[in-house]
């Protein structure tokens, strides 16, 4: 590893990944749900007639749109076809494991009844606490969940963007103690969550104050060990976000790949990293009026194999409605995904980066710690002949089918070369090939 040039007291506290369990099962899940819901739900993305081209839970930003008029909208917020254990269910059927809930986006709005700020759901028509039931029947499906919560928050009177006088200064160090209160009070009653999803840390006031980001992160710690944190949280003392000022990763996993993949093992440097994806091209919120590419569950399925291959997790995000239901295009990609994962989710889990030289026919993903090794095709040759090429001194002890274990004989070709004959017949969907190795010393 190359050496640190730069002496720093609020840089990467660790050199390479995590090790510890609560990681290692970060790292074995894969395949998350990222749920963006609040308030902009119930403007869907238009106001007064007319239709925001931006994410639609930016609306506020919109000059469009007056603040005063935003402000009140959580004097609507009647979610009374919210049924979380369905929720979950759909999410399980999806082939989720981990699901990710925005507790508080860059409006400020509360999903759960905090303490700390009055702008929270028990002020909404519907009075009663968002969060606390829906991390119970995730959890009741076996499903891990993590709290998404913006540091930016557009209702706060102390929250400053930069901080240019004394004034503002007082401000920054009321708006850090309430933050901190407010991620303690989320520790204290969701004491099941697995750990945090930062966003909103762009602006100067955070990301000049690389000690505090640093104690806060120490701090969650302390209070609940083990909390799976990404690198979107932290700044160092120069202002470097994510990778400290020596390029190191800060926090549990590189958090910025935001609706983009890494091409190629080298472009994550060996971090363990996640990317989240819309299903629109950049909504997150729910919006009436979807513009734009919609993806189709073979295009998501293979981001998210593309991503395990590469040694990521994957997050798929959906934009429930203010009612609580979710739009039908989005029941439709979970029902089709999961389809898919039912029968091949073994490629999935547990899945890593396998070692092969990359084919044009897909991607390889290996099963952790073993000598099975997932061939997922997409693009099948017409030729019909798959190309297998092995790392120097392994060789294939065994080569089927996934979905009905039937088995395939490879053709040696080279050293340590094979083609797998498939039917030359386009599949609707990815096939997988399990295949069996072996290395000689
Ligand atoms: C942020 C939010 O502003 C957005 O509303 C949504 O919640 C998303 C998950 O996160 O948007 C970002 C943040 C970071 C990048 C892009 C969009 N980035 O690093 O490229």
Known sequence: PKKDTIALQHGAHRIGNRTDADMARWRSLRFGQFIHWGVYAIAGGEWNGK????????IRSWKEMPHEEYDKLYRQFNPVNFNPQ???SQAKDMGAKYMIITTKHHDGFCLWPSKYSKYNIAASPWKKDLLGPMIDAYNKAGIDVYLYFSIIDWNHPDYRPSLKN???????KRFQVFVKNQLAELLQRYPTIKGFWFDGTWDASWKNDGAFTDELEQYLQSIHPGLVMGSRLRADEKGARHFDSNGRLM??????????LPEKIEDVHGNDWEAVMTVPENQWGYHAKWMGHVKSANEILEMLVKSV???????LNFGPKADGTFRKEEQDLMTNIGAWMKVNGDAIYNGTYAGFEKQDWGYYIRKTGTDS???????MPVSGNLRVKMPARTYLTGVSMLQNNVP?????IGREEYFLRLPNKQ??????????????E
Request: hydrophobic share 45%; charged share 20%; glycine share 8%.
């Open 51 to 58: 239709v925001y081209n931006g994410a639609a839970e930016w």
């Open 86 to 88: 369905q929720w979950a």
């Open 166 to 172: 004394a004034a503002d200064s007082a401000a920054g």
């Open 251 to 260: 926090g549990d996993y590189e958090q910025g790949w935001e609706r983009k």
């Open 309 to 315: 291959s590469l040694n990521g997790n994957f997050v």
């Open 373 to 379: 090794v997932y061939m997922v095709v997409f693009n």
């Open 408 to 412: 395939l004989t490879p053709e040696l």
């Open 427 to 440: 599949s609707d969907v990815p096939v997988v090939i399990l295949l069996k190795t072996s290395t000689k």
